[in-house]
């Protein structure tokens, strides 16, 4: 099944519960069959939806460790379409989270435009174009880092992102700068930053939107570098892992690295975060503002089930704002005046590519729930 708008803004609505309907029973991974022909689409190619629409893939924007991602247009406007095997299974969940997001006017979410899959043989979503992600904007700044006035303003906007996920019941379980991305000049979008790539993502409420106990031991999941500690001890994952995860984004966006950055081994790495708490903490917080100290032990202070603060850490972001005298409007560190120029061009964002992977410590999962 795949619905295309007769609008790019919205997916009608009265067709949310129908393809709701279907995201519900969509199979998991461990249930799906490997068929000969599961494959990912080429660049060029071409396929039909069930609408009668062509969709021409025109120009590869990025390798991911699980599919492809092209450009392609849709009523006149460019936008991404994200493609995985058949058998890998893990775009309805992305599919459902956008779907709510959209119902919910959540502002810092991508547009989902059509899905679903071609001949058994791959999986498709199209959705709103971005531009390149915050892992590879920092990485092109010379200094690998960010100025305090960007990065506190990526701060807010990436944490208000979080919590609008939060308030639609579901956690990210991977949050990492090369999840996030910047709109595109030429849509009017580039002053708010996006957050997608939902394959982790888990509802932490049920039905009556009673909150989930944790499970205890669940595995690994999430990406090395960004993990909680929780997630080191394999345990069930709550808002507040979520939020951990995002500290050290900033913490790297800041300084530039993290302490850990050279170490590979998920047990090491694990042991460099309690060190960076404990005996290393002057030098962990060395290069940061003291209201980042203060963050951490909020985030530290969670229980599985509290709900974070998240007005108060806005406040704390502020406060370095203010402390620094960060000018109201936005203008990011990447922003030149060659920024006029069309952006389209350079929309490699939407899924990270296996460079990107390498380095973070590649995502991984050993339990699906």
Known sequence: ???????????????IEKIRAVVEIAPRVHRVILEKKDRLPLQGEMFENDKGHQIVLKQKLGDGAMGHVFLTEVDGRSVAVKTEKHSTAMLPMEIKVLLITMRENCKHFCRIYDYGNVRREYNYMIISLLGRDLYRLRSEMPTRSFSINTTTKIALETLEAIEELHSIGYLSRDVKPSNFAPGLRD???????????????????DRENRKLKSRGEVGWRGTVRYGSLNAHKRLDLGRRDDLECWFYMLVEMHVGEVPWRFLTDRAAVGKAKIHAREEGRANFFFKLPKQFDTILQMIDSYAFETRPEYRQIKKLINEIRAENNCPNHIHWDWQTDESQYSELTEAVSVMSDMAILAEQGATNVTDRG
């Open 1 to 15: 099944m795949s619905v295309i708008p007769n609008s790019p803004t919205l997916v009608a609505e009265e067709n």
């Open 187 to 205: 849509f009017k979008e580039h002053k708010t930053i996006f957050m997608f790539d939902f394959g982790l993502a888990k509802k932490y409420v």
